[in-house]
């Protein structure tokens, strides 16, 4: 005879997570970003990509003992030290410390030439040198669309995106890919947001002369999350999003 009250065991497996950092992110994710798995930031230009991604390393660094690497395809290393210095982030001294490393890898699409086969080896064996040299937990690459500015065909690209976040995941480091908007779908490649685990969308607009920035969390795989717009500001302390703005949390 089974009681009334007595309890059911659950079979639900909570997915591990990494907390941010971030002020009103880790509540509205419910934990943070998918521990070991890709993360896809996507917007406009000036919406907060890249200052949210270098963020998620700094917090890393200094509240949870987590070093970090960060890929840059456009700004260098004393560019992205000058533009978060503001902040207080002092990015010379944590890359001093090991605890940030940051890389700057040049692509100029006009001397780029699409011969023959195209793969990303090169780079997984930079990033796997970077991420071993600091035993890093986090990496940011920013921004992935600039890998593929030079290559037309869609099939290689469509398989090296596949390749990059199955590699990721192999190095069970948590990352943030971050990518401009395309014209009719999250990215310009339009691919990114199936192969990752969670992908996050700002934006930022002018209604009536305002400038409001919002934050979404498009999909999160194995994980219940927030799902409407929640308006972000950018202070002197960092990103801070406001959950309660809004009320409901997505299925």
């Not at 002020?23 to 970003?33: M, P, Q, R």
């Not at 976040?165 to 943030?176: D, E, N, P």
Request: charged share 25%; glycine share 8%; aromatic share 8%.
């Amino acid at each position: 005879m089974i009681e009334l009250n007595s309890k059911i065991p659950s079979k639900h497996k909570e997915l591990p997570k990494c907390s941010t950092g971030i002020n009103g992110l880790d509540e509205i994710t419910k934990g943070g970003l998918p521990k070991a798995r890709p993360t896809l930031v996507c917007g406009t230009a000036g919406c907060g990509k890249t200052l949210l991604a270098m963020e998620f390393l700094v917090r890393g660094a200094v509240q949870y003992n987590e070093p970090g690497v960060f890929i840059a395809f456009e700004e260098t290393p004393e560019e992205l030290t000058e533009n978060v210095a503001s902040l207080g982030w002092d990015l010379k001294q944590l890359s001093a410390e090991n605890k940030i490393s940051i890389d700057h890898i040049h692509i100029d699409p006009e001397e780029f030439q699409e011969v023959g086969e195209y793969d990303l080896e090169a780079l997984f064996i930079r990033l796997g040198c970077a991420i071993d040299q600091i035993g890093a937990k986090r990496i940011v690459l920013d921004t992935i669309e600039v890998l593929f500015s030079g290559l037309s065909n869609a099939a290689i690209i469509r398989s090296e995106l596949r390749r990059l976040f199955r590699w990721l995941k192999t190095k069970g480091v948590t990352a943030i890919i971050t990518a401009e908007r395309g014209d009719s779908s999250l990215t310009r490649q339009g691919l990114e947001e199936y192969v990752s685990d969670c992908v996050i969308r700002l934006d930022q607009r002018i209604e009536e002369e305002v400038s409001t920035r919002r934050l979404q969390i498009i999909k999160y795989r194995g994980s219940s999350h927030g799902s409407n717009e929640y308006p972000f500001l950018i202070s002197e302390n960092g990103i801070s999003v406001m959950p309660h703005y809004f009320c409901g949390f997505g299925p």
